[in-house]
């Protein structure tokens, strides 16, 4: 099976925007300047590493980016068994299996950012990631250190994050050298996120994750909270609202992951940070991270390796990487050319039918399998439409 992983807030870095500019997905960019109010293409191409650091950007255009490259793995016709994402990437996790629309999903990734942004203000915090010492361990050093200090993230096997005030993570540090650990490193954020710290951001979130009514997915996404795979979107206030002030359980997820049967993650977006958290975590497990359509052909290479496991079944036949995914252009209903027909050799920029008075074109070349949209049907943005096997 395969999952595709999602990274959070950290991953950002100037002009990760660049390699999309020319491939269709950049549209995806447009589209939330359009629902955000915000520059996305200036901050994904033009902001320096102070900027990106904002929560505000950090978030937004993480958020885009690891859509951007999910909109392109589909196009492949590759689709997961399971998602998850860290933090942050949690709300990619929901947009990319359908519980979240895209404009809400981007609303609310904006809201939070927001939320947190003012959270962080009014109660000043910081983070630092202890390395080598036992997590049970780091727990014990921030409760010794008798402060304000948590542990926010559990990452991998001897990778935990605290989280807290000044004053109680630099002690929780100390305590945590002295039992052990081999390094301390503070993290450049602007709060202490995923602690009590942040409960005000919780409760202004709260409200719009409810009116967002994340929908019930085919693909279950597993929880930072709980560390449980979930599939009902009425589950998802609760864990969302719950996510902002509790610890995130990464670890945990990537074993429940492995216990579902996963042995394949593909971490989708800017960076690699959870490529190495994965490596640390589960033995024997198959990786690739993908942040640039430079990496697609190494991805369908690494698919095909695996081939056919790690792929989910879509009418009744396994989507290979050897095959592409039209997608609706456009929301709307659809209407298929009837003049053609499953078998058909189909070009590049050929139209294969209308949604509206929008065409649906091919940006692949190939044999028409089938159409996955019928005749009246009505489909959303980037919905598959037909699905071709490569010449």
Not at 111 to 132: C, D, F, K, V, Y
Not at 213 to 237: C, F, K, L, M, Y
Request: aromatic share 6%.
């Amino acid at each position: 099976m395969l999952a595709f992983t999602f990274p959070g807030q950290g991953s950002q870095r100037p002009g990760m925007g660049r390699p999309w500019t020319e491939h269709e997905s950049w549209d995806l960019v447009e589209e939330a300047s359009d629902v955000s109010g915000r520059d996305v293409g200036r901050l994904l191409l033009d902001a320096d590493a102070d900027e990106l650091k904002d929560t505000r950007n950090a978030q937004l255009t993480t958020f885009v980016s690891s859509l951007m490259v999910l909109d392109a793995v589909e196009r492949l016709g590759v689709e997961p068994s399971f998602c998850a994402g860290h933090s942050l990437g949690e709300y990619t996790a929901l947009t990319a299996t359908g519980a979240l629309g895209f404009d809400d999903g981007v609303r609310l990734v904006v809201e939070r950012a927001a939320a947190m942004h003012e959270a962080g203000q009014s109660n000043p915090g910081t983070m630092s990631a202890i390395l080598g010492l036992d997590d049970e361990l780091v727990e014990v050093a921030c409760r010794r250190a008798d402060s304000d200090v948590w542990v926010a993230n559990f990452n991998a096997p001897g990778q935990i994050v605290i989280a807290g005030s000044a004053e109680g993570v630099a002690r929780a540090v100390e305590i945590a050298k002295e039992l052990g650990a081999k390094k301390a490193m503070p993290l450049p954020v602007s709060g202490a996120f995923h602690t009590p710290f942040m409960t005000p951001a919780r409760e202004r979130l709260r409200e719009a994750i409810a009116s967002a009514q994340p929908r019930d997915t085919e693909v279950p996404i597993v929880s930072n909270v709980d560390a449980i795979a979930h599939d009902h979107g009425d589950e998802w206030a609760s864990l969302l609202s719950a996510q902002l002030s509790s610890p995130v359980r990464w670890k945990q997820c990537l074993l429940t992951l492995a216990d579902l049967g996963v042995t394949g993650f593909a971490e989708l977006g800017p960076g690699g940070v959870l490529t190495g958290m994965v490596k640390r975590t589960i033995e024997g497990s198959r990786t690739i991270s993908v942040a640039t359509p430079d990496e697609l052909d190494k991805f369908i290479e690494w698919v095909n390796n695996a081939a056919p496991t790690g792929l989910q079944q879509h009418e009744g036949e396994h989507l290979f990487a050897v095959e592409r995914l039209v997608v609706s252009p456009a929301s709307g209903v659809f209407s298929p050319f009837t003049t053609i027909q499953q078998g058909d050799r189909i070009s590049i920029g050929q139209t294969l039918g209308m949604i509206g008075d929008t065409p649906v074109v091919s940006v692949f070349e190939g044999i028409l399998q089938s159409f996955i949209a019928v005749d009246g049907e009505r489909v959303t943005l980037r919905q598959p439409i037909a699905w071709l096997r490569t010449i």
